[in-house]
């Protein structure tokens, strides 16, 4: 079977054998904000066409590829959820070079009741085997970053962060910036930002510290950018910590992004493991095998 | 004597008695960044003229015109320093119509030890009678919000928060902008983030919310701003009286938003009085008092 991991920017598929390896790989930055006027079917075919050739003749996808933006528009599965839930609530896509089935997203509420959804990091969670077996906290960080709780085999909630976003934002637009050239990122400034953020005083006096310091001399311009996101970083794995003491959190996204994770999640007294973002090929070919469709 | 509160974006003049009451006032939009070519003299003689035609001969300036873009770059002062302090560190600046003296800035650490500067916060905090009399807080909300302690007449240290400028950025140049649209600042919907601000998950979390509760069709866009402003506020409020359990909070500023942080200071258990910008006339009256110069 082929799996397809279809985000925003980008655009991830995976030959996948019966046995669950990975036999081939693709990616391209076609994520469905850059495919024109709508023409899926053809950016798939141009894509895999060669799989399809070769004779596979099923497709999975997860991901932004069904939201509104998307190809169809899945309707978002209700939390808790797991393979089989996530199997019984494919959506079948008309497609007449292969049969195509879509993951739902998920819904769900954070602790305090507030609505989250997502699209495509349940599939990557589900392709973390410990978090299956054992349950616990897996951390997908990023622009939205996601926290997602697992008991018995399902996802039962999880929690966004603004962390990647409200970084860009006040580099390229607060007085921070105007101080910052590009430089290291994970250097012992970005180490001095994780410890930083453990002081009292809050993030919004924590930011304004970043301005303090270079004032003083004590910050260098290639030094600031690392600062600030380990300012930004601690403060969200210090209060997705306070939330699940003494979880192992799977860290599962792009290695550099994970490494820095890690470290700050270890420095805060947590324990990390790291996964890279092929987890998404394992979750849909469970889901798919959950489906009967492998 | 005249008192001048001259900022980055604003001018603000005060005619003051010799027992300390305000005689007369003026405003303008010429904050240091709006007066082209270092043409301070001018400017201050245009504004002021009348009075010094009436007899007026000391000039009493606080503020950014104290800075390395202002008109003369006052060294900061160290804390602790009160009025007295202040007095003997003025700076003289040539000028051939009347004798004009700077109140320099601050500078000092907050509770981990990060340099802190002001420039003109201190002389507004010295014009509130009930801090220099009791000791206590005083609270500044703006771009760049100034939270100063002051002990037996002197303020000993101070924080900075960036909120005004992250909520701009936020709003600016995120996902969260492209759901709002100008409503009510001090609606039902700010004291909904401020309560927000109380829950598990910390601040990049309840940004997040922001577009969530939008998505779930449970935040109007007129209504997101207040909402967006009461979170930021109530984090900033929250990490600031963490450090200063029972303390009376004065809050000095625009109406507008003394009164939104008095509400956020009162829903967060905490006490505050309000005062208006006309402090920094008294705290420039004072220190002009303490300097022998009335």
């Given at each position: 079977?082929?799996?397809?991991?279809?985000?925003?920017?980008?655009?991830?598929?995976?030959?996948?054998?019966r046995d669950g390896?990975?036999?081939?790989?693709?990616?391209?930055?076609?994520?469905?904000?850059?495919?024109?006027?709508?023409?899926?079917?053809?950016?798939?075919?141009?894509?895999?066409?060669?799989?399809?050739?070769?004779?596979?003749?099923?497709?999975?996808?997860?991901?932004?590829?069904?939201?509104?933006?998307?190809?169809?528009?899945?309707?978002?599965?209700?939390?808790?959820?797991?393979?089989?839930?996530?199997?019984?609530?494919?959506?079948?896509?008309?497609?007449?070079?292969?049969?195509?089935?879509?993951?739902?997203?998920?819904?769900?509420?954070?602790?305090?009741?507030?609505?989250?959804?997502?699209?495509?990091?349940?599939?990557?969670?589900?392709?973390?085997?410990?978090?299956?077996?054992?349950?616990?906290?897996?951390?997908?960080?990023?622009?939205?970053?996601?926290?997602?709780?697992?008991?018995?085999?399902?996802?039962?909630?999880?929690?966004?962060?603004?962390?990647?976003?409200?970084?860009?934002?006040?580099?390229?637009?607060?007085?921070?910036?105007?101080?910052?050239?590009?430089?290291?990122?994970?250097?012992?400034?970005?180490?001095?930002?994780?410890?930083?953020?453990?002081?009292?005083?809050?993030?919004?006096?924590?930011?304004?510290?970043?301005?303090?310091?270079?004032?003083?001399?004590?910050?260098?311009?290639?030094?600031?950018?690392?600062?600030?996101?380990?300012?930004?970083?601690?403060?969200?794995?210090?209060?997705?910590?306070?939330?699940?003491?003494?979880?192992?959190?799977?860290v599962i996204g792009?290695?550099?992004?994970?490494?820095?994770?890690?470290?700050?999640?270890?420095?805060?007294?947590?324990?990390?493991?790291?996964?890279?973002?092929?987890?998404?090929?394992?979750?849909?070919?469970?889901?798919?095998?959950?489906?009967?469709?492998?």
């Open positions: 079977m082929i799996g397809i991991d279809w985000g925003t920017t980008s655009f991830r598929a995976f030959r996948v054998g390896t990975i036999r081939d790989r693709r990616a391209a930055p076609k994520g469905i904000l850059n495919v024109p006027d709508g023409r899926f079917g053809d950016t798939l075919r141009e894509e895999i066409g060669p799989w399809l050739a070769a004779g596979e003749d099923r497709v999975i996808l997860s991901g932004m590829i069904g939201s509104r933006q998307g190809w169809i528009e899945a309707p978002y599965l209700p939390c808790p959820a797991g393979p089989a839930e996530l199997a019984g609530a494919l959506v079948d896509i008309g497609f007449d070079w292969a049969r195509v089935k879509l993951v739902p997203g998920l819904s769900g509420t954070d602790e305090a009741g507030v609505a989250e959804v997502m699209r495509g990091e349940e599939t990557q969670v589900l392709g973390v085997a410990p978090l299956l077996r054992d349950g616990g906290i897996a951390c997908l960080p990023g622009t939205h970053s996601k926290w997602v709780r697992v008991v018995d085999g399902r996802i039962v909630g999880f929690t966004t962060h603004m962390t990647g976003e409200t970084f860009g934002a006040l580099r390229g637009h607060t007085i921070l910036g105007r101080m910052m050239r590009d430089g290291p990122a994970d250097g012992p400034s970005f180490d001095a930002g994780v410890t930083r953020s453990a002081d009292p005083g809050g993030l919004l006096h924590h930011l304004f510290g970043v301005r303090a310091l270079a004032l003083a001399d004590r910050l260098a311009e290639a030094d600031s950018p690392a600062y600030l996101s380990g300012i930004l970083i601690g403060h969200e794995v210090r209060a997705a910590l306070a939330q699940a003491a003494g979880a192992v959190v799977q792009a290695p550099e992004l994970t490494a820095l994770y890690a470290r700050t999640i270890a420095a805060c007294g947590g324990y990390a493991e790291r996964h890279d973002g092929e987890a998404a090929a394992r979750g849909l070919a469970l889901v798919a095998e959950h489906a009967q469709w492998t």
